[in-house]
């Protein structure tokens, strides 16, 4: 799961009385397990539950009567997803055939997060903006088939929820007892994927 400045997932530039936040997307990653069910050689439907973990890096600074003070933290989001995707293969070779894939996710998240600073100047907290999401995903790349070795696909993917996923509050702590408050943010979960997926080879659904 590769951030990047497209699909709603650039930075994001916060600043208060005292102190500035930036909020960045860092790479993630998912896993899981799909079932293909093959209709005809050019269109097959595909289902499975997949975990994704969503990485973000807070990084701020703040300025007072001792200072400037620098602080960075680090959190992850995570969810688990039921993709439906209806896929249409371009037959290219042999066994070689371009993929395309458009479908959609159930998303539920696992819970709340919070986090602290590295010396404790970032306060942050993100709550669940609703315990179960959908999103549109779309996929593009190669497969190969091979009735002994199996199939293997490699690709790329884009998945957009329809709405955020969570709401982030932040804080900065820098002395005193009243620390700079942040609007809260609505997060978004968009982003932009590279694929590899394995399926085991037909021979192991034959019979003795």
Same mark, same amino acid.
């Given at each position: 799961?590769?951030p ?13 009385? @005292? ?9 993630? +990653?998912? /896993?899981?397990? #799909?079932?293909?069910?093959i209709?005809?050689k050019?269109?097959?439907? *595909?289902?499975?539950?997949? /975990?994704?973990? &969503?990485? /973000? ?30 896929? #249409? +293969?371009? !037959? ?6 371009l &993929? ?5 996710? #159930?998303?539920?998240? %696992? ?17 669940? %903006?609703?315990?179960? @999401?959908g ?20 690709? %790329? *993917? ?12 932040l ?8 620390p700079?408050?942040?609007?809260? !943010? ?8 590279? !694929? /590899?997926? +394995? ?10």
């Amino acid at each position: 799961m590769i951030p990047i400045n497209n699909f709603g997932v650039s930075s994001i530039e916060l600043s208060e009385n @005292n102190s500035n936040i930036t909020l960045n997307n860092i790479i993630g +990653y998912n /896993f899981g397990m #799909v079932f293909k069910s093959i209709f005809t050689k050019s269109f097959s439907l *595909e289902s499975g539950i997949v /975990f994704y973990q &969503r990485n /973000f890096r807070l990084t701020g600074s703040s300025s007072n009567l001792s200072g400037v003070l620098r602080d960075t933290s680090f959190f992850s989001y995570i969810s688990y997803g039921i993709p439906t995707q209806g896929i #249409v +293969y371009i !037959q290219l070779g042999n066994n070689l055939f371009l &993929r395309n894939s458009i479908g959609f996710n #159930v998303d539920f998240y %696992a819970s709340s997060v919070a986090s602290k600073g590295i010396y404790f100047g970032i306060d942050h907290l993100s709550e669940r %903006a609703r315990w179960i @999401n959908g999103s549109i995903t779309g996929s593009l790349g190669f497969e190969k088939r091979s009735d002994q070795l199996g199939t293997f696909y490699f690709g %790329a *993917e884009v998945n957009i929820p329809i709405s955020a996923i969570a709401v982030t509050k932040l804080k900065y702590n820098y002395g005193g007892n009243n620390p700079d408050r942040y609007e809260n !943010q609505f997060l978004r979960g968009n982003y932009f994927g590279i !694929q /590899f997926k +394995y399926y085991l080879p037909k021979d192991l659904e034959k019979t003795p």
